[in-house]
């Protein structure tokens, strides 16, 4: 898929995020929004391996949402992707629907494991990625956290463990937006400069432009490709709520649903189809 074609189909992922948690009346729109870039490139933009017909093909590329309230992105990206159709979206968050609030790797095609309890996502990508290399795979895993994520003290534990087993097929990314629930991260408690944090525990890293597509998938693709033993980071900037402007750059929107009147405005701001 080109360039231009996956903006456009990233735009298409945004308007279907505010459409469904509009639809469901609750969900994280402002999280699921800043990472889209992020999930197109690697599903759509050819960086990971995968097979819509066969979910458990042994030789995929496996990823882990860390962070799993920002389950909406995911599942827009699943169906693009073809793991199940794309009307079955605006059944999140309703009983009996297949896309809990967040992911669950028994009901929904396309996740590898149920996440939502923030800070424990790294240390089970980094448990695949062990259990991978036991088993002569050499499939990459990759794991996206949020930025406000990196504040629990589990992500540095599995950041050191991560580094110190060489797993140079593990590659995390982080949705750098400076926004949590409660408001700007560095006032709600201060991680510092992420992507030095990381390298001082070992691990190589990169930055990227967030929402651009094309060197997100030169960034990640670099990542996947490099058979060091560190561990991979790509520091992702972003933007909360990107391609919403009333949504763009406020906490509040972290988790809320639109009312009738902001999806209208919402989806003609992504040029959507109301």
């Known amino acids: 898929m080109d360039i231009p074609e996956l903006e456009q189909r ?7 995020i505010v459409k469904m ?8 729109p402002g999280g699921s929004l800043s990472c889209i870039d992020v999930l197109a490139a690697l599903y759509l933009g050819g960086v990971m391996a995968y097979d819509p017909a ?31 159709p794309r009307g079955e979206l605006m059944t999140l968050r309703k009983l009996g629907s297949r896309l809990q609030g967040h992911p669950d790797s028994k009901l929904c095609p396309g996740v590898e494991v149920s996440t939502g309890s923030l800070g424990q996502g790294l240390s089970i990508a980094a448990g695949t990625a062990c259990g991978l290399r036991l088993d002569g795979n050499d499939a990459r895993v990759f794991a996206l956290l949020g930025d406000g994520e990196c504040q629990e003290g589990q992500v540095w534990e599995a950041a050191m463990f991560s580094a110190h087993q060489k797993l140079g097929h593990l590659v995390a990314i982080i949705d750098n937006n400076e926004l949590q629930i409660d408001g700007c991260i560095h006032e709600v408690c201060d991680p510092g400069d992420l992507g030095a944090r990381f390298a001082a525990f070992g691990w190589s890293v990169t930055t990227a432009d967030g929402h651009d597509l094309a060197a997100l998938i030169d960034a990640l693709s670099a990542a996947k490709a490099d058979s060091s033993p560190q561990p991979k980071l790509v520091v992702a900037r ?11 750059n406020q906490a509040g929107w972290h988790g809320k649903a639109p009312d009738a009147a902001q999806l209208q405005e919402a989806l003609a701001a992504l040029g959507a189809a109301q």
Do not use: C, N, W
Request: hydrophobic share 45%; charged share 20%.
């Open 10 to 16: 990233a735009q298409a992922m945004r308007a279907d």
């Open 54 to 84: 066969d979910p458990h093909m042994a030789g995929r590329d496996r990823f882990v949402l860390a962070k799993g309230h920002a389950a909406p992105a995911l599942y827009t990206v699943l169906a693009h992707a073809g793991f199940f």
């Open 21 to 28: 948690i509009a639809e469901a009346g609750s969900g994280h």
């Open 238 to 248: 972003t933007v909360k709520g990107k391609g919403v402007p009333f949504m763009e």
